[in-house]
Structure formats: structure tokens, C-alpha cells
């Protein structure tokens, strides 16, 4: 008990100093708890892959559409639930600043391989019988401030002309990590125009997702797919969800490994402050730490006093850092366009993380101290000056 | 009377450990600062001297990068007809008809994984007008063969891409036969081949991606693009100078690192900050004995505020210049990430520029500045007898 309030009183000696080195801690905090969530956001695709479903593509890369006819060979592989197909659609939404998917689906199968986007019964069936119809997310709603029945006019580029979309539909995310703002809207209105305007474009898709029956299974139905198709014009390459997204990521690793790298500076950068302060105070403290030991105090409890004292400074530091992210992090959205990242939110294994380095800087950073502290001899400890 | 500058420089030494600490702090934050920076400046600079200030691009009106550009072929003859295009030495106007296209090869074994590679396919007008792509192994491809060269960054980032090798796509083997360099822009991560066998192999006949167009006279672009924009046929494309067409598609990547680089560097300044301004108050406080007797000499407030702030700012100093130094030998790291613009790889390097030297520099002595101003306030207004009297 005596230790917990000497620790206190020590705390209390240089206010300002153990004011400013709880400040400085925090704010580090508060930025690895940033650069962390935005490592999230982009991972957020690989979150929220599902393990039963395999992306078939072209296999030379992504540009490159399948014909539609493949549809029924892949869902007569055995192993394979149920087969829908997706489109890039893009074109420009208001000017090209308005970052979100716009993507061209089956409208009979697609929700139901993708689960996570909960439409009402009811939208759904309109969506299905309108040809020039749109599911949108719940954040194009708020975004764009639209509502059901509203017309959004897209200005097509792989897709030449003026399309005209009315939203028939709201889709929520079903988890955190589901994208909430994407634009779905029918292949075939699509494929019913290319037929029309670009006769020799109609007929294709961009890549099936294909629903599994047994996620165990998905190399061997992988390898089946693209085994169909192989040596005809357009050969495929078939891979479960999460290691499409994995791919994706790997083009983008520079920016990943830097803000690794980064999160780990800032944890150097809390050590070093800390480091200095718990130094600084154990130099100057050093007379009265050889007149505890000479009153017959023990190492232990100059461990626990300068760990303790070096602990709890980390400790309130991560703890009002910790606190400070979360509007960090939304004023961070918010300077970013919008759309940039659909999935933004700060993770529990962030926080995890945050308390963690915390409490292990608070560790460290008395290491030093302590090793000086029980080395020096009382004698020379008596004797020194300021 | 001024402090002798000596008497700052032995203070730091006899706290050898605390000022290291110090140093070390604000060197990590100017390294962050100034790496930020560089990368930033890197990707906008390898794609701003991608474009050529005499070169004139045309892509459809909606389409942010050549790859979701589509121009029709009456468009493309249309658009040859137009007045102040330049000519060939054979009377041909000068210019290029080329598609883009995206080709999947594997990284080398290092990283694992596939990346999105560029494919243009160029005519005979789009290498004359791209005089800074050179040759620099093997040979050119041959005009109607399943031929390609590659960009000098791409051997070493792809398997499978030495010369002689085949590359398999739009149902054919295409041979590697030379490499080019395009002096660090982004052709360096493209792959070129004949745009006839290109457009036959990937089924893009009846369009194409991208026109390059060189104009008869420099100033010619305002006359041409009001000739262009009153053709009726043109209305759905979009017509550029090469040059601000490839500094957009740096835009947005440029600001998410400048973004977060700034955001981060910010917060990581206030914690150096904090950290230079608890090294002060604790010099201050060592030194009151010190600072009473200076004072009793004679050294006046002002002498004494100044020797604190200069010590702080050779603090920050020595840390700036450190960070800086560390962060320069990035230059001679070359990373290639996703272009989000045109959803293919970019290799480039960080670069340095004066002004990031600049900024980086007033960057710490402001870190400096403002971290070492409240202690020297505190050591300048010290009492002089109490001071003397507080040992």
C-alpha cells in the first residue's frame, strides 16, 4: 500500500512533466489507433469474403469478359451450390470524384449468394421485374440524400451512352465489414443495350461467384471450373473469395508494409518520451532511492516504485489516447473523399493492440531506470548532487 | 552580452543520454515527415513526365483512365481529318490510335501473388512520338508479329519476363524480344506490342482505347480543341494535353499519402514536441543554481531565453538533419504499388525534392521553436536570488 502512494506522490512531484508525458503518450496512441484502422479498411474485402464462395475470372486478368454460356457447365460441377455472375459497370455518377461500385448483376441469383446484403422481400421483387431498376446501399442513400423511386443518371465508359437508373430497392449490410455502398444494377438491361448498340458485346459477363457446398472443397471445385475450360479462347481462373482479395491486396503491399512500418515508429517514438521522463526522473531521484535502500527497502520495492510509477504513466496515456481515436479516426473520414473507404471503423484488436503497446512501453521504459537505480552503490547514491 | 554557443553545446553532452533520447524522437519524426513526402512527390513525378507537353491525348468523355476509354473507329477517322495536326515526313497526320489493356503476370517469388500490368498497343506514330522511350536490349518488335518489348522495371518485379521468353494471353504466345527505357515515367511499367496484332488477338476491333495526337505548332491546342468540340460526332470524347492527363492520374494516390502523411506526421510532431519540451523544463530545472549565478554575472533575461531556445533548436536541428539524411537513402528504393487511377502497377522511387528539404528542415527548428519556448520562458524569468538559493 505504502508503494501505491509513494508511486502517487512521485507522480504528483513534476505536475507538468507527468502531464506532458501522458499527453505525449496519448497522441501516439491516438495516431497507431489511426493507422491501424486504415490498415482495416483496406483489408476489409478480405474480412468479409465468405469461405464458401469461389470468383471465377478470365485468366489473363480481370478486363477480360467470360461468355455467359459458361454459367451452366460451372453449375453442373460436382460440389457446387449455386452460380451467379457479376459485371464491372462503372461510368460516372455526378463527375468522377463520386468514388463507389457499380456493378451489373443477375438479378435472379445474386442475393442470394450474397447474403449479407438484406433487401426487403418486396424491393427485391420489383428490382427483378424492372428492367431499368437499382439496389443501392444505405450509404449512397444518405450520401446522395436519395429514396426509393428516384432516378440517378450514370454517364457510361466501358459501357457507352446515358443510363438512367431508378432506385427500386435499399440494401443494409448484414456485418460490419460489408461493403454498405455499392450500386447493383440488372445485367440484362445492360446485356439488352449491348445487343442493341454494340452488337458482339452482348453475351458476357465479367466473373462468376460461385456458392460451394463445402468449403473444404474449394480447390478441387476450383481446379474442376478452370479444368473446363481449358485451351478454349477464353480460359478462366477460379479462387475462393478471400484469396481474390488477398491478391488485391498484394498490389498495394508498399502502402501496407510503410504503415506497418509506421505503426511500429510511433510505438519507438511513446518509448523514447516515456524513456526520458522515467530517466530523468530516476537521475534526479537517485539520493533518495540509496536513502530508501539504506532504510532497508528492498529491490523488489524499487522495482514496483520506478515500474510502478513508469506503468501508470503509460497506462492513463493509452487510456485517454485510446479514447481520443474514435473521433480522430471520424475526422480522418471525413478529410478523405468521400467513399474512399466504404468500411471504416476502428476494430477491437486495434484497441487490443493500442492497450497492449501501451502497457509493454510502460514496461520498457523503466528497464533502464531500475538496471541504474539497482546497480549504482548507496554509497555513491548518497553522494550525488542533483 | 551574449552565452557563448559553447556553453549550450557542453550542456548537451553532459546529458549525453537524454539528448540522444531526444534527438532520436525528432529524428524518426522528420524521417516519417520527409519519406511521406517523397513517396507522394515520386508517383507524381513519375507520371507527370510520362506526358509530354507537345502531345495531345484523346479518351471518351466519362472515362477516368485509358483502360475503360472507348473510341469508336469512324470517331478515330473523324478526329484525323481535324485541322493543326501534325505531319509525318510522308504526309500521314501524326498520330497514334492505341488500346490499353490489362495483363495478369506473377510477382517474383519474394512477394507471391499476381499484379495487373499495363499492355499498349502502339503504332509506328506512337513511338516517334514518345522520343524519350529507348531501346536498351534486344531489338524492336517486328511490325505484324506476335512480338513485345517491356518497360525496365518489369523484369524485375515479374517471373517469366527475361528476353527470348513467352508471355501467354488473347490465345497466343508473345515473344519478349527487347526492353525499353522510358527515363523513370510510367511506360517503364508497360508492355508494348503492334496495336494490328494487339487488337486482333484481344477482340478489340472496331475501337480503340486512347488517341496520342502532336499538334502542327505548340500554342495549336486551344484552335484544335474548339475545332474538336464543335464536331458533333466528338461530343462524347474528351480531348487533353498528355501531360495534365497523366498529372490527374496521379491525383488522387498523391493526396490519400499526403493525406494520412500529414495527419500522422502532425500528430507525431506534437508528441516530439512534447517530448523536446520535457527535456527543456528538466535542463531548466537542473540549471536554476546555474542560471542564478549566469544571471549574477551579469547575463541579462533575455540572454538566458535566447541560450535556452538555441539549445533547443540545436536539438531539433541535429534531429531534423539526421531524420533527412535517413529518409534520402530511400531514393534508392523502388516500389511499385496499384495505381487506383488505372488499376495497374506503378514502379517508382521516392524522390527528394528542394522544397521537401525546405519543409522538412523549418519542419523541426518550428518542432524546436515551439517545443523549447516555454522553458526558456520559465529559465529567463527565475528570480536570481532564489535561483542561487534553491541548490
Redesign the interface.
Known sequence: MHILKLITKNLLR?K??TL??I??IA??V??FG??RT?VTAWNAGVDASAADRLITRH??????PLPLAYKDRIEKVNGVERVTFANWF???YID?KQFFARLAVDAKTFFDVYPELIVPQDQLETFKKERNACIIGEQLVERYNLKLGDVMPV????Y?GRWEFVVRGIYKPRDKTTDPSNMLIQWNYLDERMKQEMP?RDGYIGWYITQIQDPKNAAFVSSQIDELFKNS?AETKSETERAFQ???M??????LT??NV?SF??I???L??L???M??SAR?RLREYSVLKTLGFSSFHLVGLIGGESLAIAVIGGAIGIALSFP?VSG?EA???KG?FPIFFIEPITLILASGAAVLVGVLAALFPIQRTLTTKIVDGLRQI? | MKIPFKYTIRNLKTRRLTTLLTVTGITLVVFVFSAVLMMAYGIQKTLIETGSDENIIVLRKAATAEITSIIMVDQANILSTLPNIAKTSDGKPLLSKELVAIINLSYSEKKGGIGNVTVRGVTAEGIQLRPNVKLVEGRMFQWGSREIIIGSSINKRFLGTNNGEKIKFGGDQWTIVGWFDAGGSGFDSEIWGDEVQLAAALGYTGAYSSILIRLDRQDAFEDFKNGFNKDLRLQTLDVKREKQFYAEQSEDMAMFIRILGIVVTVIFSLGAMIGAMITMYAAVSNRTVEIGTLRALGFRRRNILAAFLVESLALSLIGGSAGLILASFLQFFNISMMNFGTFSELAFNFSLSPDIVISSLLFSVMMGIIGGFLPSVRAARLNIVNALRSG
Open positions: 513534476h507538468l512533466r506532458l508525458t499527453l505525449g497522441v501516439a491516438t495516431s489511426l493507422l486504415v485468366s489473363v486478368s480481370f478486363i477480360f462503372g461510368g460516372v468522377k454517364e457510361g465508359d466501358i457507352p458482339g479462347p488477398q491478391g488485391f498484394a498490389s498495394i503491399s508498399a502502402v510503410s504503415m509506421l515508429v510511433i519507438g517514438i511513446i523514447l518520451v524513456g526520458n521522463t530517466i530523468m534526479e480522430m480522418f478529410a478523405l473523399p474512399w542533483g
